[in-house]
């Protein structure tokens, strides 16, 4: 049992193979994804393996602290930033294997044309608490 | 409320249930609900006979689920037949639960998540939250698994090896959340021992206890890992330690030995020193040779490396890494020690934040930096 983060890219990802921003689609075509990937969240939800999954919207703030009694400062969006992250879905799998597969499937999304994205999907495993047993 | 008594029912409930004449999973959402409706009124009204509340409970929760309108008949004809139930059925019924449950056709988190639930008795949001899943899923994981096993019969035995692989699961990654699952796979190990005359049980319940002992000395109060060398002996649980010798002793008079009796003795002789210098390395890399003669597992021959390192010197347990896999997980840890050991702080902190890269926990990529610093942070020279 371990869990995974499945994070999918704006940016910083290398190309996919179906590498057709999703503007250019027919409104058919964002359908069918969207569909594709509610129906991969829900069938992850009855095989027991599904945890989180949440987009985020591109454009976000950087803050950091400034010293004492001074607000933080915020900066940014910037544009040049090279890792944008567009998304996440948490799953907890029994193997790597398994997650690997299902990663697998989700970048199978359709998109341009209907044909798979073959977008680039970033896996993670979480560090977890140690195992009991240590000699 | 007694609510380890409640949940040692559970499986025997469970039992009788499937004598009336309920399929098991049918009897299993049937006993989890009595369960969780026990939960809520026994506290303020404790039953005179609580095994007897939850079987009338539970009973008309399967006939209210109105699931099959034929074992209803069915039951109108077993239920005459019905045979009494006395104390050797219930211990076949809890056994064959935990046969079940661990059925070789489910994934190792399903027969986790279905052992939790119905040889242990906690709830779907208890299991939940100890895996840090939505109750949703976890529900779906148990579900799933019961449609798995529904055409097992429940009248023969199974292999006792895969119960156990699932109740050292539950123990090794118990991690501490609300449900104490550390403290319930000892449980659950001890209910079977208690069933099953097998060396390998009981050696099983040995490691546990022998493990479970350390557990105050394991980790600083902010969550810090504390190596094995370091820990503060006098918390161990002496009582625990004291009985995991005396079960392992006790398996291994019988003269068939398995790898947890094999693990056992090694924490047996780690709980024999009263301070971390008096350890009996010998003996316990001798121990590694039978674990690696019975299991030839690269994560044992890792752990011997370290136990030669101690036996015979560090130069003595590097050699003896360098025919261990380098993908082994904690291969670059060991790596590091075992070049601190041997007099090279540089090439140890090296390897010490290399590990840290690699670690897959927490509290031990921490301390792997923290070694790292350490090494680091010495003057020049």
């Known amino acids: 049992m371990a869990k995974y983060l499945l994070l999918k890219h704006y940016r910083g990802a290398p190309p996919a193979v179906n590498d057709v921003p999703m503007d250019q689609w027919t409104p058919e075509e964002i359908t069918a994804h969207v569909r594709y990937m509610n129906d991969f969240a829900a069938r992850l939800e009855g095989t027991g393996e599904f945890v989180d999954g949440q987009a985020l919207a591109p454009e976000g703030t950087f803050v950091r602290y400034d010293g004492p009694g001074r607000p933080p400062v915020t900066d940014g969006p910037f544009a040049e930033t090279k890792d944008l992250v567009a998304g996440w879905m948490v799953i907890d799998v029994d193997s790597y294997d398994r997650a690997v597969e299902l990663a697998g499937e989700l970048s199978a999304a359709p998109g341009a044309g209907g044909k798979p994205i073959h977008e680039w999907l970033e896996l993670r495993p979480f560090l977890t608490a140690p195992p009991t047993v240590t000699d | ?381």
């Open chain 2, 1 to 381: 409320m007694d609510g380890d008594l409640l949940r040692r029912l559970i499986p025997e409930v469970i039992g009788v249930l499937v004598r009336r004449g309920a399929d098991f999973a049918a009897a299993e959402d049937a006993v989890q609900d009595a369960l969780v409706r026990a939960l809520d009124v026994w506290p303020a009204d404790p039953p005179r006979d609580p095994k007897g509340w939850l079987v009338t409970v539970a009973w008309h929760r399967f006939l209210d689920a109105g699931r099959a309108d034929a074992a209803r008949r069915r039951r109108e004809d077993l239920v005459v037949e019905e045979p009494v139930p006395g104390p050797t059925s219930e211990v076949d019924d809890t056994l064959r639960l935990y046969f079940l449950c661990a059925h070789p056709s489910l994934s190792p988190s399903s027969a986790v998540a279905l052992t939790l639930r119905a040889v242990g008795g906690l709830t779907t949001r208890q299991i939940a939250r100890a895996y840090l899943v939505p109750e949703a899923t976890m529900a779906q994981r148990i579900s799933r698994a019961k449609r798995t096993v529904a055409g097992v019969r429940l009248d023969r035995p199974g292999d006792v090896a895969t119960v156990l692989r699932v109740l050292y699961l539950v123990f090794n990654e118990g991690y501490s959340g609300d449900v104490d699952l550390v403290a319930e796979a000892v449980r659950l190990t001890r209910q079977l021992a208690a069933m099953v005359d097998e060396p390998e049980v009981a050696g099983l319940l040995a490691l546990m206890l022998l493990h479970h002992a350390r557990r105050a000395a394991r980790t600083t109060p902010d969550g810090g890992l504390v190596p094995l060398a370091e820990q503060d002996r006098s918390r161990w649980d002496t009582g625990a330690i004291a009985e995991g010798v005396r079960i392992l002793q006790a398996a291994l008079a019988r003269d068939r030995l398995g790898e947890f009796q094999a693990q056992a003795a090694i924490a047996a002789l780690h709980a024999d020193a009263p301070v971390a210098a008096e350890t009996d390395w010998v003996q316990i890399v001798e121990w590694y040779d039978e674990l690696v003669r019975l299991t030839d597992s690269p994560v044992v021959r890792l752990n011997r490396a370290v136990a030669v390192g101690e036996a015979d010197g560090a130069r003595a347990g590097l050699a003896a890494l360098a025919a261990v896999d380098p993908a082994v997980p904690r291969h670059a840890a060991v790596t590091a020690y075992l070049h601190e050991r041997a007099g090279d702080p540089v090439t140890a902190a090296r390897w010490y934040a290399e590990a840290a890269r690699r670690a897959a926990h927490l509290a031990e990529r921490d301390h792997l930096v923290r070694q790292a610093a350490r090494l680091n942070a010495r003057p020049a020279g």
